[in-house]
């Protein structure tokens, strides 16, 4: 158990809809990632929030959209849903900034299929 | 353009032996590489690093092997136990983008007992 968790575990939905992923880093963790992994990729890095500030961007769509609350959860938004956007959808935290220190820990995951 | 290849999509290996997991990547300016462990229905694990100042770091039965010159990395896994079973990524950070990972495809290891 890497202390992040990630919910819900499963969602299905249709086109054109709009979905919720909800994580929760590790107890004392600043930093939240989202990585996407479709079919036969590696995890794409979409988006970076460390203490609730958006910090870097990767490969996210304009339908997606992020945000880390003061408590320190975090949610991505997928909206206008498409079918090549069923994938798992993972969140990682570590404790700060730096990926050269820090290790970064990974939730198990939200697979998202999109009908 | 996938800036980090496993060219490999799978490799099988008998217990006891040696595993060699292969990465290759073609951006020069990466300075920083990770391997990872995912087994189904987990999120990845951290598994080693090593900084591109470095060609060789061992950990336990691990070892990461780094050639900048041909761009490439390798996992050595001594000696393979079932458990090793898993996908591995290799993954790089952008010299600079401290905190941005770029993930290769992985590569399915099936240990056989």
């Known amino acids: 158990d890497s202390g992040v968790t990630q919910t819900p575990k499963h969602l299905i939905t249709a086109t054109g809809q709009r979905v919720t992923l909800r994580c929760s880093p590790r107890?004392?963790?600043?930093?939240v990632y989202w990585y996407q992994q479709s079919l036969d990729q590696g995890l794409q890095f979409l988006i970076q929030?460390?203490?609730?500030?958006?910090?870097a961007k990767g490969n996210i769509l304009e339908r997606f959209s992020a945000q880390q609350f003061p408590d320190l959860h975090s949610e991505l938004n997928l909206s206008s849903l498409e079918l090549g956007d069923s994938a798992l959808y993972f969140c990682?935290?570590?404790?700060?900034?730096?990926?050269?220190?820090?290790?970064?820990?990974f939730g198990p995951g939200t697979r998202l299929t999109v009908l | 353009d996938q800036q980090v290849k496993q060219n490999s999509p799978s490799l099988s290996v008998q217990e006891g032996r040696i595993s060699i997991l292969n990465c290759d990547y073609t951006?020069?300016?990466?300075?920083?590489f990770l391997w990872y462990k995912k087994y189904p229905a987990e999120g990845p694990t951290f598994l080693i690093s090593?900084?591109?100042?470095?060609d060789k770091n061992e950990d336990g039965r691990f070892t990461v092997f780094l050639n900048k010159s041909a761009k490439h990395l390798s996992l050595h896994i001594v000696p393979s136990q079932p458990g090793d079973s898993a996908v591995y990524f290799c993954?790089?950070?952008?010299?600079?983008?401290?905190?941005?990972?770029?993930f290769g495809t992985g590569t399915l290891l099936a240990v056989q007992p």
């Open positions: 990682a935290s570590s404790p700060h900034l730096d990926l050269y220190t820090d290790t970064q820990y």
């Open positions: 107890s004392g963790d600043l930093s």
């Open positions: 929030y460390y203490n609730g500030e958006e910090r």
């Open positions: 951006n020069s300016m990466f300075d920083y």
């Open positions: 090593i900084s591109s100042i470095k």
């Open positions: 993954a790089a950070i952008l010299g600079g983008a401290t905190n941005k990972l770029i």
